[in-house]
């Protein structure tokens, strides 16, 4: 009997060590997570943050870009690509500046908050990246022209105009490239927090995807 109530206590205490070692790493794995998620938070925030001082910089310069000479005046609203460049970077800095504020506030990471994060970032990049190559495209053409559609070397004649342009232009990708990075920080956040299906092989030998719950 008393052989019998010790292997008993010996089980008894076994489990009870088990159970305060998963307690314990379970604590451990909630701090270091806790850790990383708050940095990984504020490294995301920054990179949300960023494209808002380049965006509105590309604004500014455009929407002051116009130039007066002997041979006429030009200024950037006469131009549909420089006006869709004006919007896309106002947009993009006004969503940026929200997304920041978002992410930087602590809360539990659900589908639906991955998904509206992961969508805007994809609608927002491919809208700014539109944005700089019609302008790019524009400004090839005014640097080098076309004699096919006798489009002239206009930077020739409007330089300062040209230059502004560009300087905008160029920091318009600059944005692309910060919002190139949110789409793939997003994108992985999404997809990497659920796991793929599981294959298994039914009672008919058919194979069928089991999604975990």
């Not at 590309?58 to 200024?75: E, P």
């Not at 997003?186 to 990497?192: A, D, G, P, Q, T």
């Amino acid at each position: 009997m008393m052989k019998t109530m010790s292997e008993e206590e010996r089980k008894q205490n076994k489990q009870a060590r088990g159970v305060t070692a998963v307690a314990l790493g379970g604590e451990e794995a909630a701090a270091s997570g806790g850790a990383d998620g708050g940095d990984g938070r504020a490294a995301e925030t920054l990179l949300r943050v960023t494209p808002v001082g380049l965006c509105v910089a590309a604004l500014v310069i455009m929407l002051k870009n116009a130039q007066d000479n002997d041979y006429g005046a030009i200024s950037y609203a006469d131009l549909t690509a420089f006006k869709y460049l004006v919007y896309a970077n106002g947009v993009c800095a006004a969503y940026s500046l929200f997304s920041a504020f978002y992410v930087a506030v602590p809360r539990p990471m659900t589908l639906s908050r991955s998904w509206t994060l992961f969508f805007l970032d994809q609608v927002l990049t491919y809208a700014i990246l539109a944005a700089g190559t019609m302008s790019a495209e524009l400004m090839y053409l005014a640097h080098y022209g076309d004699v096919k559609v006798t489009w002239s070397k206009e930077c020739n004649v409007f330089g300062s105009f040209c230059k502004r342009a560009t300087t905008s232009v160029g920091i318009t990708f600059a944005s692309v490239a910060c919002y190139v990075l949110l789409s793939l920080v997003s994108s992985y956040r999404l997809f990497s927090a659920y796991e793929t299906p599981i294959p298994f092989i039914s009672s008919k030998g058919l194979e069928i995807a089991s999604f975990p719950h």
